[in-house]
């Protein structure tokens, strides 16, 4: 990692607020390049919290693009952090805030473009949900915004989001959701938002609605993610659409590439946790400062730099391996594996995939083995061959399938099996059966019937190496990352018939390199020493008597930081599924957060203690959430949310 001592302009920074409709002031962050000439803006716009959530990381990317001459501005949106208003629509899966948060947005973008040192030229970007808000206001087209660059966004909530997987409820739901109620419980602070923060603390709070409950109201894809959903048709900007290849958020880089025309698009893939990808370890990382620098000249300020003669998609390989694809999609032969053997029950415990990992791979953290779970589903296994063999693109899986219930899911792993055994995760597909014919719409399963189903994977950017072979793994469960079928007993897969298709582009793509990774000075956040023996990341517990699995993540590191404004800042996060083998409404997921903002030089100390619970049973999915708020000794906010809501696709 370079830390760059010397840039084109010295910078300064200042704190302000923006104004936007409705008489509403957001808070702001601006770092700009001293000059007298007007420069481009760049906008990162969030509901995570600029003076403490995400301060390291902005220090990090804001002052390095302002020191090469542009005025990068760090806003939170309404009702978050520092800003004024209520959190509006926090259940907006790909808009944190709603409508009213994508309409601020564009208030935000004219008011940067008439700024005196502003050319009139702005371009938005973000990481997570602030990425999901640059695709979608990029999507309301207004006139100043030039260029986007979205980093593991969602473009397309239902598919994409991690809430909801072929119309099965995922883990992501209620992990997604905790997240939200602790960071929108949090309060204004003090030292930057003034003697009314609690008063805007006390508004906001009213305010405040568990996400889930309103996800689980949805679950076919209907309005509410139709609405979220970013049409390319409706994109002016050029889109530069990041994402690792362990998530679910590939898929929304391989749709804008469909979508958008080709010369305002462009999307690169690699082996990144969900975080901005210069920010892991060698030799994965890349340089996305430099870049995105590229991006924003090119788009920004009209330099011919070779960005329009980029491949439309390049991919790094966990080695460190760059390669491009000149066009979206490419050339392709369909690489076609027929299944074949006698019919196979498939009913695994469902606790199987509790040891997969999470959906979402924390920082260097690589996919597990499968090979625990591969011995619980139907296997085929079809040799690589004498030649490397790369999947680029979505895989599909053609299954014929009978079943005795009226609900149940097919989950289709695609492995790459190593010649000593070990079998790595390349992609996962689940298709909830009552979504056969499309997740717009849910239709049991005719007990006794044999039908044919397109379960289709996601994305996958993999080579695999002669003497490996290409493993397809079909089960029924895959707890926790989704939900087990009410009374699923499984179903037959009849291999005649069945057969896996893979998108095997013509060529190998094209040599490139990506830059070398290069960030601005860190912030200087400490962490006081403690001799406690920090907890485990994730704990997995078997009770062999009960047949119960149950697995223990945090999230997040435990502990307390300090930051250079004096503020400490303490975090703690469990989150705790469990599932009995033969049970499928035995399964619970339960989330907590416990949240301390500490100024001690000012006696302010606020406490934010979130409970999640989400569990089932044959007919209804139960949620409950719980928010306590304390300044000081003092509950400001006790607030318990409880549903029961109808289990609609099974």
Known sequence: MRHRPQFPHDVRRDDIRIPVRHDTMLYARVWRPITSDPVPALLEYSPERLTDATAPRDARRHPWYAGHGYASVRVDVRGHGNSGGGPGHPASAGAPGGPAALADA???IEWLATRPWCTGRTGMFGLGPAGGLALRTAGLAPEPLAAVVAVGADGDPYEDGGCLLGGSVAEGLLSRSADALSSVCRPPDPAYAGPSWRAMWLARL????????TWLAHQIRDDFWERQTVAGSSVRAAVLAVAGRYGPHRDTVLR????????RVRGLIGPWPPAYPDEGAPPAAIGLLPETLRWWDHHLKGVDNGVAADPALRVRSPGGHDTGHRVWPPRATPLRHPLHGAPRTVDPPQSTGAEAGPLLLPAGRPPGDQRADDAYAACFDFPAGAEPVTVLGRPRVVLRLRLDVPHGQAVVRLCDLAPDGSSAPVTTGVLNLAARHGTERAHAWPAGAAEEVVVRLS????????GHRIRLA????????????????????????SRLELPVPDGPGEPVRLPEPELFEPLGVSAPATLDEPPPARLLIRDPAAGVWRQEVRPEPAGTRVFPDGLELTEEAREIRSVQERDPHSARAHAERTVRLHRPESGWDVTVETRSDLSCDADDFLVRDEA??????????????ERRIPRLTG
């Open 256 to 263: 804008l590439l469909e979508e958008l025309p080709p010369d």
């Open 206 to 213: 009213e305010d405040v609605e568990p996400a889930a409950h």
């Open 106 to 108: 564009v208030d935000v």
């Open 628 to 641: 306590v708020c304390r300044d000081g000794r003092e509950i400001v906010f006790h607030r318990t949310w």
């Open 474 to 497: 079909v089960g029924s469960a895959y707890w926790p990352w989704v939900w087990p079928q009410p009374g699923s007993a499984g179903f037959v897969l009849e291999p005649e018939g």
């Open 459 to 466: 994305a996958a950017a993999h080579t695999f190496a002669p």
